[in-house]
């Protein structure tokens, strides 16, 4: 194959449409490294990963070094051909950090498909190129929660994932009004990212059961930590529970299947380091007959690229992939089409991505 001779990092500011409100965070703005790895016979493999601080622990200065102090021995010199390895022993410098790693799994697989002149989904072996993603509804007011679910509607979302977990009285109120004013065409997804506890993700689930909302999941109602109270409210719960923040690596994965603590994982390459990592939690999943769905921060074009890609791969069909709806269209345009509510993937080799 090819031998790796250097590794250069840089970052990248995207500015959002709108402001992004979560019950952990609100940005207005996509902060990503970039990894760019060159090999001796000139091509060039990159790998971008968000900084999301707030979910992942990830900072860009910390990401920065990690990939120049740490990983950059590791990659300098190595066969691309041995990248499962240079992926295994990086990763076993540092823990946590699943930004830098990100960075680094993306670049290499980026770096192998054009060597085979070909794109990553394809190196990963999907024949399909398209996938349906939700949108995502900030927390916000009722009155604001409402107009912009209707907006992404209007726009051709057949599915909503509104995030919860910041106001709990504000998440109960909201219930009716949905109810009232949104038919069941349109499948809702209630995101409270750890806001709520034990108590109140059952009062909620109880009273959304009084209303004929067409509800998929619930993701992730309490702490991340809290593997007992999943258990608790799986065991509770007659609709789907999803693992998010609870499960960012392969033993977390185990743990939480184990224990029954969900009926579905939510799958994200910013928590679990990229596609190898990802791959090992859903095939997992699999054996356990534990559904999964792909997921994703505010993060670049790269970034869902490559997750849609593990998708298809992964015959993946729920997917919260929109952070195509926050950038314009210039940011994202060379990589993928999107008309809501699909993502269609281009013809390019590697992710097309060339800074």
């Avoid at 009232?180 to 990212?193: G, K, L, M, V, Y």
């Avoid at 067409?214 to 109602?221: L, R």
């Avoid at 109270?229 to 960012?248: C, G, I, K, N, R």
Wanted: with cysteine; net charge negative; proline share 3%.
């Amino acid at each position: 194959m090819s031998k790796i001779i250097d590794v250069e990092t840089s970052i990248i500011k995207t500015p959002l449409k709108r402001t992004f409100t979560t019950a952990v965070r609100s940005t207005n703005h996509i902060d990503s490294l970039v990894l760019k790895i060159t090999t001796d016979d000139g091509l060039v493999g990159f790998g971008v990963a968000p900084a999301t601080t707030a979910i992942t622990g990830d900072t860009l200065a910390g990401m920065k070094y990690i990939a120049e102090e740490l990983f950059t021995p590791v990659i300098i010199g190595s066969d691309t051909k041995d990248y499962k390895q240079i992926i295994e022993t990086a990763f076993a410098r540092v823990m946590f950090n699943s930004g830098s790693k990100m960075a680094l799994d993306l670049a290499l697989h980026d770096l192998l498909a054009k060597q085979q002149k070909t794109s990553v989904v394809s190196l990963l072996g999907a024949s399909d190129r398209t996938i349906e993603t939700d949108i995502s509804i900030s927390c916000g007011s009722v009155k604001d929660t409402l107009i912009n679910i209707q907006n992404g509607v209007d726009a051709g979302f057949n599915a909503v994932k509104v995030k919860t977990g910041a106001d709990f009285n504000r998440d109960i109120e909201l219930l009716k009004y949905i109810d009232s004013e949104f038919t069941n065409d349109i499948r809702f997804r209630f995101d409270a990212n750890q806001g709520w506890s034990v108590k109140q993700t059952k009062q909620f689930i109880e009273e959304l059961c009084r209303y004929s909302i067409n509800t998929e999941i619930i993701e992730q109602p309490v702490k991340h930590y809290d593997i007992s109270a999943m258990s608790e409210l799986t065991a509770f719960s007659d609709l789907p529970l999803v693992a998010d923040e609870s499960v960012f690596s392969f033993d977390q994965a185990e743990r939480v299947i184990n224990e029954n603590a969900c009926n579905m994982i939510n799958i994200k390459l910013a928590k679990t380091g990229g596609i190898l990592e990802a791959q090992k939690i859903k095939h997992l999943a699999d054996s356990a007959n534990i559904p999964c769905m792909v997921g994703c921060m505010m993060e670049s074009p790269v970034g869902i690229v490559a997750a849609t890609s593990f998708a298809l791969a992964e015959n993946i069909t729920i997917a919260d992939l929109d952070p195509v709806d926050w950038v314009s269209k210039d940011v994202y345009a060379d990589y993928l089409d999107f008309s809501a509510p699909n993502i269609s993937l281009k013809d390019t080799y590697g992710f097309g991505f060339d800074a």
